[in-house]
């Protein structure tokens, strides 16, 4: 069974940058594709990046340039590097993963979800 728990959520000033973290526990990691999403009062959850077993990475329009994702698989760990952060970024941010080879651009192509963590930036 597959359990994610993200970590690194918390309140900072518009401009400010935050880690995500990740951690995801259960076996063959590397075969999966990881989803961060986030989900602000009274919106739909929306993808915000993904990075494939393989590595490569997609990002939503609203934080390309700005945001990162990355992973270590020794460490069984998904980052989320995000900088240059707004108030409209202002959500709680869910780590999900499928080992299935979806799509990975709906919430529906991911099995395992997180619990969120939650991310404030406002001054």
């Known amino acids: 069974q597959v359990q994610l728990v993200e970590s690194g959520g918390g309140l900072v000033q518009p401009g400010g940058s935050l880690r995500l973290s990740c951690a995801f526990s259960g076996s063959s990691f590397s075969i999966y594709d990881m989803g961060w999403y986030r989900q602000a009062p009274g919106k739909q959850r929306e993808l915000v990046a993904r990075i494939r077993s393989s590595g490569i990475t997609n990002y939503a329009d609203s934080v390309k340039g700005r945001f990162t994702s990355s992973k270590d698989n020794a460490k069984k760990i998904v980052y989320l590097q995000m900088n240059s952060l707004k108030s409209e970024d202002t959500a709680t941010y869910f780590c999900?993963?499928?080992?299935?080879?979806?799509?990975?651009?709906?919430?529906?192509?991911?099995?395992?979800w997180g619990q969120g963590a939650q991310v404030t930036v406002s001054s």
């Open positions: 999900a993963a499928d080992w299935r080879s979806m799509d990975g651009s709906r919430p529906t192509d991911y099995a395992f």
